[in-house]
């Protein structure tokens, strides 16, 4: 439970709420609520500075089809610094240690260092017009 609590206070400091496909949620409710669900029904990965957790990534793992979801947040504070990537590294070698072999995610078309960092990972952006102008999506086969 502490954990979770820890979470939310990351995304209670986290700024600009609602800036990345409308999350972090901006209403206080509406956020804790996400974060409780996020934080049950999906493996979860932490980045903590002393006892705040400043980083947090999330899988929501569907086993049947081998595949998971994937999410990751940075206080912006701590942005720019390599702790994306060491995180989401992280969080990928648990998922293919664990049978995952595809990880799929958006991410905003002018977030440029996301998008830096899924390519260095080498996951594919496909080309599509269907998809919002805002985002795109991306998958990552995971080698065993």
């Known amino acids: 439970m502490e954990a979770c609590w820890a979470v939310q206070r990351m ?5 600009p ?3 990345v496909q ?3 949620p901006v209403a206080d409710y509406a956020r804790n609520t996400w974060v409780e669900a996020i934080m049950g029904v999906s ?19 569907d086993r049947r089809r081998g595949e998971a979801e ?6 912006p504070a701590y ?3 390599g702790l994306g990537s ?5 969080a990928l070698d648990y998922l293919r240690q664990r049978g995952i072999k595809r990880v799929v995610l958006e991410v905003r078309n002018d977030n440029s260092g996301a998008l830096n960092l899924y390519r260095k990972l080498s996951l ?5 017009n269907d998809a919002p102008r805002y985002s795109a999506a991306c998958c990552l086969e995971l080698a065993a």
């Open 17 to 19: 709420k609602g800036s």
């Open 22 to 24: 409308g999350m972090p």
């Open 11 to 15: 995304y209670d400091a986290f700024e």
């Open 86 to 90: 060491a995180l989401t590294g992280l």
């Open 79 to 81: 942005q720019r610094q």
């Open 43 to 61: 493996w979860n990965f932490v980045l903590r500075q002393g006892h705040r957790v400043v980083g947090h990534a999330a899988a929501i793992v």
């Open 124 to 128: 594919r952006f496909p080309r599509t």
């Open 70 to 75: 994937y999410l990751v947040f940075i206080l």
